[in-house]
């Protein structure tokens, strides 16, 4: 038999160039792709550090981000709080770098800690302002305002100082200390812990004006509330780590419509006052902060009563 009949050099020319043809698709597919890739992380608006976005509660950070009297923090603040300018891009950006200028910026409180997450097309910071919280007083009355750090006011940073200079408009929340009737409170590093637990609320429930007054006892935060509808006001108890949890546009509502909403002939729900609110001047509803179902908060009476 002749080899020639075997040998077909047209079709092994066509057959090697519709491979080179395939290979050469693919390798300009893949560098399409690549370049395409290359080019959404630099034309993306979310592929810059500038579109940030804050996970915590801010006190004086705006919900608009412009400042104002009492909302003195800007996005341009923290970017600079960071270190970085706007128009950096995420990828380019280390998120323990932002963390440690983060945690060395004034307006940055030291507990807990900055967290920065970090990815092609998202940045999200996570961490506690400084501003002025509490009106801290004893028995012989009041201590002055103390901030969400745990610090007095009169101890801040001037740039503190600067971006709230007048205290006066403030809301601010009564914290005892000390013993006052013969009830020991906190004091020292305690309050200091006190004020850093309770500086995650949610600014919302501090503007409401509802909130009068605050304190820590055994690993529980209360908080004390009065609406105007109601006789008396009502005393919540709740984990440090719910606080974050707490709507204040949400909860407060529905609290004041349970209690105004209560029947006094029926006996039950009784304000009450006990050693813990002996710094008070008047009896209240007891309510609790849990979770009640699979991820989802509320206020139940604590008072034992059904």
Not at 42 to 57: D, K, M, N
Request: charged share 20%; glycine share 10%.
């Amino acid at each position: 038999m002749d080899n020639n009949s075997f040998y077909h050099p047209a079709e092994i020319a066509h057959r090697k160039g519709l491979w080179l043809r395939i290979r050469l698709g693919l390798t300009a597919g893949l560098a399409t792709l690549v370049l395409a890739g290359f080019a959404t992380c630099f034309l993306v608006p979310q592929a810059r550090i500038s579109s940030y976005v804050v996970t915590s509660h801010l006190f004086g950070l705006a919900p608009d981000g412009h400042e104002s009297a009492q909302r003195p923090l800007t996005r341009e603040m923290i970017l600079e709080g960071m270190g970085v300018k706007g128009s950096e891009y995420c990828m380019f950006t280390s998120a323990k770098t932002l963390e440690e200028n983060l945690s060395q910026a004034w307006f940055v409180a030291p507990s807990p800690a900055p967290e920065v997450e970090i990815g092609p097309f998202s940045c999200r910071l996570s961490f506690q302002d400084v501003y002025p919280l509490a009106a801290v007083r004893d028995a012989s009355g009041s201590l002055g305002c103390y901030l969400s750090s745990g610090a007095s006011y009169e101890s801040a940073a001037p740039e503190l100082k600067a971006a709230y200079p007048d205290l006066s408009g403030f809301n601010l929340v009564a914290v005892p200390s000390g013993t006052i009737n013969g009830y020991d409170y906190a004091v020292g590093d305690a309050l200091t812990q006190t004020l850093l637990d309770l500086a995650p609320i949610d600014p919302s429930i501090l503007a409401s004006t509802y909130l009068e007054g605050a304190l820590e006892s055994e690993g529980q935060l209360y908080l004390y509330v009065a609406f105007p509808e109601v006789a008396n006001g009502a005393r919540i108890r709740l984990a440090p780590a719910d606080l974050d949890k707490l709507d204040g546009e949400e909860m407060l509502g529905s609290i004041g419509q349970a209690l105004e909403s209560l029947d006094p002939a029926a006996g039950q729900h009784r304000p009450t006052r006990d050693a813990l609110d002996s710094w008070t001047q008047g009896n209240f509803f007891q309510l609790r902060f849990v979770e009640i179902d699979s991820g989802r908060y509320g206020v139940i009476w604590d008072d034992g009563e059904e």
